[in-house]
């Protein structure tokens, strides 16, 4: 509670720099060490600093208030180094000199300058502060009368010097903890900026390499027809068979390109996400119609099992991208002759969508890392080649809705996705709110 109390105190960063919270640390820290040097001085007699304290104290908290709640930190800057100075000056004069804390309080000053003072400022402010030091040590030497001594005895200066030695130990203290904290909190970021540059770095890397290799065997099929058609005259049975293979290889192709420029666009942009309520069903009503013809052209009898009546919170192009891509990358795995299966059952709050297939499965070498880049793309049970976009895009878009995605695999038994998404509660059924009303929207 109290370190959220000293961070609100001086403002939170960004938004405050690190000099700014210094220098509000600093006139914080200067008006309560003021007003107790009020009743100290009082203690000691010394009338003229009392009502010079009191002024500067007054001084010192419109610094504060300025540069915390007004944000005029530059302008605060010099209020409170020329009130510092002629307020040392002062008290060299009325507080004994070379025999009081004066020295220990310019000490101090040059610290603050050091730790706040902009760039531009910076080496007026010091050779000003080692000039007043001179110039008094100096003048004390040549009029020692000038000055006037304020102690009594001795145990008046003890108690001086011991106030103004633990004043400007804490003022210390609190000022380097402040640079330590914001220097352990400047590294922290930095490392996590290193670490996502390292992961964009190799992250480019693998979309070239994906450009590079995999885009290129479509193209050179594409070239390789054209030639033969050019040169040679194909019979009918020749010409289609290579018609149906282009046609196959331009499918996977077209497939990558839209997942590559679509999750480039997430990375790059961020993806903007409108929640709404959605009939599961005819949602992917189409989706399931469109890919039932593509799966019976290889063979595999693909099954919709979804329930009718289930409503869910979520993104209706994001939804649809996720089930066409874990239903394209079930056919791309499974035989002829095989089986897919799209069911959803509700679990108490949740609608968990599954698409199972008894396909060849996923190697357990390659289930850790099959949300990711990591994972090397593979060839499909016809050849179809995969970029290994798909499930990291199904993996992102899933949890930018709030959901969740799991599988589970056997080699060579099949596996099994499911995607997990808020139900529509009953009181946002009971206020009447119509599928594809908007229930939220935000950019991420």
């Known amino acids: 509670m109290m370190q959220s109390f000293w961070k609100k105190s ?23 060490g003021l007003f107790l040097c009020v009743f100290v001085d ?94 008094l040590l100096a003048v004390e030497y040549k009029y020692p009368e000038a000055i006037i001594n ?100 331009t499918q996977n192709t077209q497939e990558m390109l839209v997942n590559l420029l679509l999750w480039s666009k997430s990375q790059m942009k961020g993806a903007i996400v409108n929640m709404v309520k959605l009939d599961l069903k005819k949602t992917l009503q189409t989706t399931l119609q469109i890919h039932q013809a593509v799966a019976a052209e290889k063979g595999i009898q693909l099954t919709d099992q979804l329930k009718d009546s289930i409503f869910v919170v979520a993104d209706v192009d994001m939804l649809q991208l996720v089930i066409r891509n874990l239903i394209n990358n079930a056919l791309k795995f499974t035989n ?7 069911s959803a059952n509700t679990i108490g709050t949740d609608c968990r969508i ?12 390659q289930q850790n890392d099959i949300f990711s880049l990591k994972t ?16 990291l895009l199904c993996k992102e878009f899933t949890e ?10 056997t080699p060579g038994a099949g596996t099994a996705f499911y995607v997990s998404f808020k139900l529509c509660q009953d009181d946002i059924k009971e206020n009447g709110i119509n599928e594809g009303q908007l229930v939220k929207k935000r950019q991420v």
């Not at 001086?160 to 633990?166: K, M």
């Not at 590079?212 to 049975?237: G, T, V």
């Not at 599954?354 to 070498?365: E, H, V």
């Not at 793309?377 to 080649?385: D, L, M, R, V, Y």
Request: aromatic residues 14%; proline residues 3%.
């Open 42 to 135: 009082l203690l000691l007699g010394i009338q003229q600093l009392v009502i010079l304290m009191v002024a500067v104290f007054v001084v010192m908290a419109f610094c504060y208030y300025y540069s915390r709640f007004k944000m005029k930190l530059n302008t605060c800057i010099i209020i409170y180094m020329i009130t510092i100075n002629i307020i040392i000056i002062v008290n060299f004069k009325y507080n004994s000199g070379i025999d009081g804390p004066s020295l220990l309080i310019f000490i101090l000053s040059y610290f603050l300058t050091i730790s706040t003072i902009p760039k531009k400022q910076y080496w007026f402010w010091i050779t000003l502060n080692l000039f007043i030091v001179i110039t």
């Open 336 to 342: 002829p002759g095989g089986q897919i299966v799209v």
């Open 354 to 365: 599954m698409i199972k297939d008894n396909g060849i499965g996923i190697s357990y070498q």
């Open 150 to 249: 304020t102690y009594p005895d001795n145990k008046h200066r003890f108690i001086d010097f011991g106030y103004t030695y633990i004043f400007i130990v804490f003022f210390i203290f609190l000022v380097t903890t402040t640079v330590r904290k914001s220097y352990h909190t400047e590294r922290k970021l930095v490392e996590q900026k290193a670490s996502e540059l390292e992961y964009a770095n190799n992250t480019m890397n693998k979309l070239f390499s994906i450009l590079a290799h995999d885009l290129r065997s479509p193209l050179a099929s594409i070239q390789n027809y054209l030639e033969i058609l050019s040169e040679f005259k194909l019979n009918e049975d020749d010409r289609l068979s290579m018609q149906k293979g282009l046609l196959n290889s």
């Open 10 to 32: 001086l403002g939170y960063p960004p938004v405050f720099s690190l000099e700014a919270r210094i220098f509000n640390a600093a006139c914080l820290i200067t008006s309560i």
């Open 376 to 391: 090397e793309s593979t060839f499909g049970t016809k050849n179809e080649k995969g970029v290994g976009l798909g499930l």
């Open 400 to 409: 930018l809705q709030n959901g969740k995605i799991t599988f589970e695999s």
